[in-house]
């Protein structure tokens, strides 16, 4: 499976996971498609951060920052907020699975099978749901790279997040903070 589009959330992730597919001898262009990032200024560090990493590798990048619409994404998880990570892959994992067929990859992957605080099982299971005879799922366990994802990218100065991306996430990450009154 030579030519691959990666979906990409974010410069660290993407450091072992492009490392990792260049050397199996893929061709990889990414594909930064984030709708559920919040707020906008978050986003726009997110994918400076993704570019940078792209550029040092030598790997292109497809940005849909006209596609960034927060909005379609609240409404896709809207009263489905304990399962809101299914539908949040499934969103991303669907439009990256539409550009694959359309600029005609052997396959997809995505970034967010690096993370051990991602739903692995779940989003292997969409990708493999998504795949087809002419554009198959590459399933990896990147989580072997994680450390070493978070040591390069502070090592080459990437911004690095603090929660996963979207409102829950940075509430939840941030939550003792409004129990922390002086």
Request: glycine share 6%.
């Amino acid at each position: 499976m030579p030519n691959v589009l990666l979906h990409i959330c974010c410069g660290p992730c993407s450091i072992t996971t492009l490392r990792t597919l260049l050397a199996e001898g893929h061709e990889v262009t990414g594909l930064f498609y984030n709708p559920n990032i919040h707020p906008l200024t978050e986003y726009v560090k997110r994918r400076d951060g993704c570019l940078a990493v792209a550029e040092r590798l030598g790997v292109k990048v497809i940005v849909k920052d006209d596609e960034y619409r927060p909005q379609e994404w609240f409404r896709a998880v809207a009263h489905r907020e304990n399962n809101r990570c299914f539908h949040c892959y499934a969103m991303r994992l669907e439009r990256t699975t539409q550009i694959a067929r359309r600029g005609n990859f052997d396959g997809f992957t995505t970034t967010l099978l690096y993370s051990k605080y991602q739903k692995h099982d779940e989003i292997a299971a969409l990708g493999r749901d998504l795949e087809s005879a002419k554009t198959r799922f590459l399933y990896r366990d990147f989580r072997a790279g994680w450390q070493e994802g978070i040591d390069v990218s502070k090592e080459w100065g990437v911004y690095r997040q603090q929660y996963c991306g979207c409102l829950y996430s940075e509430n939840e990450r941030y939550k003792r903070e409004l129990m922390s009154r002086p």
